[in-house]
């Protein structure tokens, strides 16, 4: 049985840059981030609103 679930996500080049070379001597991945991340926005009352409520990013044509 199959416990995961394959997309696509688009994430902002600088972001993803950044990330990478924040992450690049440790065991934190993109898809660890993604799953603690969606885990805690589930979960976490505070956590969920505080990315509800976080408008630093850049608006593009996509809406990120």
């Known amino acids: 049985?199959?416990?995961t679930k394959l997309t696509s996500v688009k994430i902002l080049?600088?972001?993803y840059e950044q990330?990478?070379?924040l992450t690049v001597?440790?065991?934190m991945s993109l898809?660890?981030?993604s799953n603690r991340s969606v885990?805690?926005?589930l979960t976490d009352e505070d956590f969920?609103?505080?990315i509800d409520s976080h408008d630093d990013l850049t608006i593009s044509g996509s809406n990120f």
């Open 1 to 3: 049985m199959n416990i």
């Open 13 to 15: 080049v600088n972001l």
């Open 19 to 21: 990330f990478k070379i």
């Open 25 to 27: 001597n440790t065991k």
């Open 31 to 33: 898809q660890k981030l």
């Open 39 to 41: 885990h805690l926005y």
């Open 48 to 50: 969920k609103e505080k």
